[in-house]
């Protein structure tokens, strides 16, 4: 299974960025998918999850309100649309798939994408 990140960048502060990652090499829609993020010096952290259906979703309390968690089962790709964007936000962001109900620790995924940098300025 095959995890591509992208659609990071350099926003200012209030601006917004969405992140696409798309799955290859296994049955997409058997996967709990995440989004997790690691600022310089600081440990990797949850950010928001996504059931197999898409029907539930799970969101780090720093972001809920601001970021929206997606998937197309028919595309095979898990969307992050970030509004509201703050410095804070600032860091490399890594989608994950697990085939297990793990939610928010790192170590219960299978599989990570190469992670997309997310840049806020002031």
């Known amino acids: 299974v095959q995890l591509q990140a992208s659609g990071g960048g350099l926003v200012q502060a209030g601006g917004s960025l969405r992140l696409s990652c798309a799955v290859s090499?296994?049955?997409?829609?058997?996967?709990?998918m995440a989004w997790f993020r690691q600022a310089p010096g600081k440990e990797r952290e949850f950010v928001a999850w996504?059931?197999?259906?898409?029907?539930?979703?799970v969101y780090a309390d720093s972001v809920k309100g601001r970021f929206t968690i997606s998937r197309d089962n028919v595309k095979n790709t898990v969307l992050l649309q970030m509004n509201s964007l703050k410095p804070e936000d600032t860091a490399v962001y890594y989608c994950a798939s697990s085939s297990l109900f793990v939610v928010q620790q790192p170590n219960g995924y299978d599989y990570w994408g190469q992670g997309t940098l997310v840049t806020v300025s002031s």
């Open positions: 996504i059931s197999l259906s898409g029907r539930n979703t």
């Open positions: 090499g296994g049955a997409f829609r058997n996967y709990f």
